[in-house]
């Protein structure tokens, strides 16, 4: 746990980045404004996840989920950000299954190529041998003749 509240706080840079995106170019921030909303941001994401966090307990569960955020938001009374946050999730789990596709999908394309490999690395080795074999029995055979 955090031994200082400030180590609660969320990183300045994440908050200016997310503060710029928000206002029009050319609009200035001051510091001591941009700090008032890294303390406030921090306090919403701290009571979210206490929030979350009653509904997990609820369920007999350790782990928080997506349900129980969902849930915190309009217990909250911030129904209005249930739609989008649900579209958001469903966004971020479409996204993620295509990287595990794709990530199976490649490692399948390795596996057949790897599998390729062997098998003509196994029919060099087939080869080579057949084709000492065949030298032997000339050898074998060339001795028989000369004696």
């Given at each position: 746990?955090?031994?200082r509240?400030?180590d609660l706080?969320?990183?300045n840079?994440?908050?200016?980045?997310?503060?710029?995106?928000?206002l029009?170019d050319?609009?200035n921030?001051s510091?001591?404004a941009r700090?008032a909303?890294?303390?406030?941001?921090?306090?919403?994401?701290?009571?979210?996840t206490?929030?979350a966090?009653?509904?997990?307990?609820k369920?007999k569960r350790?782990?928080?989920?997506?349900s129980?955020?969902?849930?915190?938001?309009?217990?909250?009374?911030?129904?209005?950000?249930?739609?989008?946050?649900?579209?958001a999730?469903?966004?971020?789990?479409?996204?993620?299954?295509?990287?595990?596709?794709?990530?199976e999908?490649?490692?399948?394309?390795?596996?057949k190529?790897?599998?390729?490999?062997?098998?003509d690395?196994?029919?060099d080795?087939?080869?080579d041998?057949?084709e000492?074999?065949?030298?032997e029995?000339?050898?074998?055979?060339e001795?028989?003749v000369?004696?």
């Amino acid at each position: 746990m955090a031994e200082r509240p400030e180590d609660l706080n969320l990183p300045n840079a994440v908050i200016t980045r997310i503060i710029k995106e928000a206002l029009p170019d050319g609009v200035n921030i001051s510091k001591e404004a941009r700090s008032a909303i890294s303390r406030a941001a921090s306090v919403f994401v701290l009571y979210a996840t206490s929030c979350a966090n009653n509904f997990a307990m609820k369920g007999k569960r350790k782990t928080l989920n997506a349900s129980d955020v969902l849930s915190a938001m309009e217990e909250m009374e911030f129904q209005r950000f249930v739609t989008p946050l649900k579209e958001a999730l469903e966004a971020y789990r479409r996204e993620q299954k295509g990287k595990k596709e794709a990530s199976e999908q490649k490692k399948k394309d390795k596996d057949k190529k790897t599998d390729s490999e062997e098998q003509d690395k196994s029919r060099d080795e087939d080869n080579d041998e057949d084709e000492e074999r065949l030298e032997e029995e000339e050898q074998n055979e060339e001795e028989e003749v000369d004696n």
